[in-house]
T-cell receptor, first 118, second 110 residues
């Protein structure tokens, strides 16, 4: 089945620094990937839709200059949290559909990245 | 916009049956999904409904009524390992992202 990986699985950084999270589709090409954020005991909140070769589409309330998304290839999207602050500490999960697979409706999730900003 | 409602918490005992309800309001409709999520892990796919009716898959079944904007997830023969958060999600337009409800935390006791 379609596999999505993320790296790193967890990261601790100091306030004011930037952190890059990678999302890869391992066995399929994803023209579109989605980035979600999940705070403790809350559900997944869509942050942005990442489109290969074009600018990402951000959800209302998500700062595009703070959460930089790059989708330079059909198998890789990156999310960079710039000038991170403790309130950015969260579980970041990427997701993608396999448009060429049997289950084009299904959205496959990466294992998530736990970000802690100290 | 989209709005998805489901109960916050539910409890049940081993071997029992539990039904988790979900109501949704979306601009457009391209499917209703259920995911299971254990603490600290990514969600795992359980079911997908795009047409009205019941989809059965082992111990789990999912029902959809598009006219009522309503779905439920039915879990039979509950096991302790079924203790998790169950997320109802909808897709408004084809190719767009899933939008999730707040999730229902299910606790299964012996």
């Amino acid at each position: 089945g379609a596999v999505v990986s993320q790296h790193p699985s967890w990261v601790i950084c100091k306030s004011g620094t930037s952190v890059k999270i990678e999302c890869r589709s391992l066995d399929f090409q994803a023209t579109t990937m989605f980035w979600y954020r999940q705070f403790p005991k809350q559900s997944l909140m869509l942050m942005a839709t990442s489109n290969e070769g074009s600018k990402a589409t951000y959800e209302q309330g998500v700062e595009k200059d703070k959460f930089l998304i790059n989708h330079a290839s059909l198998t890789l999207s990156t999310l960079t949290v710039t000038s991170a602050h403790p309130e950015d500490s969260s579980f970041y999960i990427c997701s993608a559909r396999d448009p060429g697979g049997l289950k084009t409706y299904e959205q496959y999730f990466g294992p998530g990245t736990r970000l802690t900003v100290t | 916009g989209q709005n998805i409602d489901q109960p916050t918490e539910m409890t049940a005992t081993e071997g029992a049956i539990v039904q988790i309800n979900c109501t949704y309001q979306t601009s457009g409709f391209n499917g209703l999904f259920w995911y299971q999520q254990h603490a600290g892990e990514a969600p795992t796919f359980l079911s997908y409904n795009v047409l009205d009716g019941l989809e059965e898959k082992g111990r789990f079944s999912s029902f959809l009524s598009r006219s009522k904007g309503y779905s439920y997830l039915l879990l039979k023969e509950l096991q302790m390992k079924d203790s998790a958060s169950y997320l109802c999600a909808s897709r408004g337009q084809a190719g767009t992202a899933l939008i999730f409800g707040k999730g229902t935390t299910l606790s299964v006791s012996s």
